[in-house]
């Protein structure tokens, strides 16, 4: 009889850890808000709304979030990564009614024209990228921008994360193929997600700066050829400009990554925080990349400058070597035109004829002697 009492109350301590499990499931996943709010038309602003489940898409809720939402958290199992590009604040309120989102951040994904950050909302992080992209040499050339700027905002929950990318580049269908090819790290939730995006913008950052090294390098060569003076400063001043551009998307960068990687958020898992560490670390790199290229842009400035200044000091002394030349014909006719009577030579029959002479032999020594000295 002992016994059978040991199992009867080993029996009810499994139901009381049941029940406890099934509450605990319940506060974490809220149930979903299918009101006209929820349902709001988000017009073309979905790019993508797909249920993982896994690591493998799945199709619940045929495009419709809150019908794909409710589904999933039916099923106890599984996120939502819905993009969005460019919504409008009608087309993005559903959006935050659907999954509790922070005005603050509703009102900075809208908006735009945030500089990289990640903030933490409740159980809800939010993190803004600047996504960059190298204008091609043409583009260039033609006066337009080195350097193009976007902004990716990602809304990251226990089972959701929402995506909102402002810009004509800097397009997520990349990151989504790369990790549905890897369901064991898509498995690990919204966190590998989040993580998948931030090494895909850092990866755009350095390939735009391996761009912009060729071009540094290409101007380099030009203003150090034998040719050099020709190149318009109008050229290097641009790429300052865009590096500056490239420096506030990159710099900041570096503290978010640092938080995601140190600090242990509920929606980051462990196995993940490595890999932002990572991406953090590639930050870091680019960070020094961008002030060497800063410092070689303004060492090239000085340098074609000084060539300039150079080539006009040779200029001139050019310029003062011919007028001295010029100047000696000049006096001798200016004196021989004011026409008085008793002046020398002028009776003498071979008097033109010395004073030609004279004049050659000046300026014939003048220009050898400014030529030996390098003026001419």
Known sequence: MPMAGNVRRVTQ????????GVARLTRRRPPVDLSHHARSPLGSSVVDCVVYRD????HDGGGDPAEAVERMRHKGSGFLWLGLHEPTDEEFAGIADLFHLHPLAVEDAVEAHQRPKVERYGETLFAVFKT?????????AAGGEVVSTGEIMVFAGEDFVVTVRHGRHGSLGPVREHLESQPAR???GPSAVLHGIADHVVDDILHVIEELEADIEQIEAEVFAENGTRVEPGRIYPLKRELLELRRAVVPLGHPLHLLAARPYPVVAA???????????????ATEQISAFDDLLNSILQAH??????????DLRKITAWAAIVA???????????????MPELPWRYGYGLALGVIAAACLTLHRGFKRNGWL
């Not at 690591?55 to 799945?58: H, L, S």
């Not at 960059?132 to 260039?140: A, L, N, P, Y």
């Open 186 to 188: 898509l498995a690990k």
């Open 328 to 342: 000696v014909p000049t006096m001798v006719c200016g004196v021989y035109g004011m026409n008085f009577d008793p």
């Open 13 to 20: 301590l499994g139901r009381v850890r049941g029940l406890r």
């Open 271 to 285: 196995e993940i925080r490595p890999y932002f560490r990572d991406v953090s670390d590639h930050v870091s790199r």
């Open 55 to 58: 690591g493998v898409r799945v």
């Open 305 to 314: 400058l000084a060539r300039i200044r150079v080539a006009q000091n040779e």
């Open 132 to 140: 960059v992209r190298h204008v091609e040499r043409e583009e260039f």
